[in-house]
């Protein structure tokens, strides 16, 4: 009976929510001026900067609705445990947690909450809320720009779709044909053995607002897992050392290049609205990127030619197009962004 008075006595003594904390809690409301905020059948003006509400601490969800002119949104924020529940583990026995597990006032909201209008969507927005997120059945058509110019690789044209199968989570597909020769130097082969040709196919899982690193609303982070499928075939020159016995002699030859490059990536991102309908997605992220390539009318032989490049200074980066020198898995970073429609 002794022990169940004391445990009791704990209890009352030190139930630091219930102690501490009134049945309402204070939230500063900082918006536009002359914002009209809507709370529990009242209306607060901002006349200078803020206003302040008094919600009772409660485990719903704290509702008010701004109106500013013919802008009018409705908010709802989750509630939030207060960190004097959490004291309770430093009291004898965690006797406190008992009584303030069952007590509304261990509950609390976000002090200060700070909102702008957006013009574009005619709306406010609170920096420190979720994103706006997308919509189940949501679709967007898009190109990758930096493909066109890709002066390390082979200039594509892309086009792709995004299709949201629930309000998080989308599949992207996408296809990329050459349109134009190789750029950058030492891709003009002095001999045209094959015509260029080239496709890409990407696939991409993204899953939206998992965690939220930028505080705008308006932007819509994910991650991806995302996969690359890409097929080319184009000319190539090179230059090697050829020995027979004790003579030596430079031999220039054109390759036939057949490349398969296939890459998996974990992907960042962030998807930007410019307006209602356009956006833009900035991504990066890693993975492996995994080659085979095919050199079918080679004479150079790697076991007895020696590349002309091994005495430079620099890395003749064609060498990534002979076939049998180079390792086929690679570590792949990836960066870049993509332009497109939603409908």
Not at 31 to 42: C, I, L, M, S
Request: proline share 4%; charged share 25%.
């Amino acid at each position: 009976m002794r022990k169940l008075i004391l445990l009791v006595c704990f209890s009352f003594l030190c139930s630091c929510s219930t102690i501490l904390h009134t049945k309402k809690t204070k939230v500063y409301i900082q918006a536009p001026k002359n914002t009209k905020v809507k709370f529990n059948d009242e209306e607060f003006l901002v006349k200078e900067d803020n206003v302040t509400i008094f919600p009772i601490r409660s485990k719903d969800s704290l509702k008010f609705e701004l109106s500013n002119d013919s802008i009018s949104t409705e908010f709802a924020f989750p509630k939030k445990t207060s960190g004097t529940f959490f004291l309770n583990f430093l009291t004898p026995y965690y006797a406190g947690l008992f009584v303030d597990f069952t007590n509304p006032k261990r509950f609390t909201y976000k002090r200060k909450l700070n909102f702008e209008i957006d013009s574009t969507q005619n709306r406010f927005f609170s920096p420190n809320t979720q994103p706006i997120t997308f919509k189940k059945n949501d679709l967007f058509v898009y190109t990758t720009p930096l493909k066109a110019i890709d002066v390390f690789s082979q200039p594509m044209l892309t086009l792709g779709a995004e299709y949201f199968i629930t309000d998080k989570i989308s599949l992207s597909a996408e296809y990329g044909t050459v349109f134009t020769e190789r750029l950058g130097s030492g891709r003009n082969p002095k001999l045209i053995l094959v015509k260029d040709k080239g496709r890409a196919f990407r696939y991409e899982l993204k899953y939206y607002n998992v965690l939220s690193i930028s505080s705008n609303p308006r932007v819509n982070e994910y991650i991806g897992l995302e996969a690359r499928f890409l097929r080319y075939q184009f000319n190539e020159d090179i230059s090697y050392i050829r020995e027979l016995e004790e003579i030596s002699f430079p031999i220039d030859e054109t390759l036939v290049v057949r490349k398969s490059v296939n890459i998996f990536n974990i992907k960042y991102g962030l998807n930007y609205p410019i307006g209602k309908r356009l956006f833009i997605d900035l991504y990066s992220g890693f993975g492996v990127r995994i080659f085979d390539i095919k050199n079918p009318n080679r004479n150079y032989n790697p076991e007895t030619d020696s590349l002309n490049d091994d005495d430079r200074w620099h890395f003749d980066y064609r060498r990534r197009n002979v076939e049998g020198i180079n390792s086929n898995n690679h570590f792949n970073f990836t960066l870049g962004f993509k332009f497109g429609y939603k409908f």
